[in-house]
């Protein structure tokens, strides 16, 4: 079984910045692409950010702003965060993906004023 724990949410103005992470453990065999989701109030879950293997990939709203790194030696995932805006304001989800399967963590909140 496997255990994704988000943490690093939080209040920040416009223009701040905020760093994710994603805590993994159990048996992470198998998973090769890791990815950050958000899902706003009254919004669909939507992508925000993927990693496999030196690959990553952004939505084109946070291109430039947002980077999405890995340590596999620790079974971590982050997403640093830059130049928010509030419509970044979600609940963040990190994410795993193993033969066909989508694992989830409960999310954590990131909440950007104007």
């Known amino acids: 079984q496997v255990q994704l724990v988000e943490s690093g949410g939080g209040l920040v103005q416009a223009g701040g910045s905020l760093r994710l992470s994603c805590a993994a453990s159990?048996?992470?065999?198998?998973?090769?692409?890791m990815g950050w989701y958000r899902q706003a109030p009254g919004k669909q879950r939507e992508l925000v950010a993927t990693i496999s293997g030196g690959t990553t990939t952004y939505v084109d709203s946070v291109k430039g702003r947002f980077t999405i790194s890995r340590d596999n030696a620790k079974n971590t995932m982050t997403l640093q965060m830059n130049s928010l805006k509030p419509e970044d304001t979600a609940v963040y989800y990190c994410?795993?993906?193993?033969?066909?399967?989508?694992?989830w963590g409960k999310g954590t909140l990131v909440t950007v004023s104007s």
């Open positions: 994410n795993a993906a193993r033969w066909g399967m989508n694992l």
């Open positions: 159990g048996n992470l065999f198998g998973i090769e692409t």
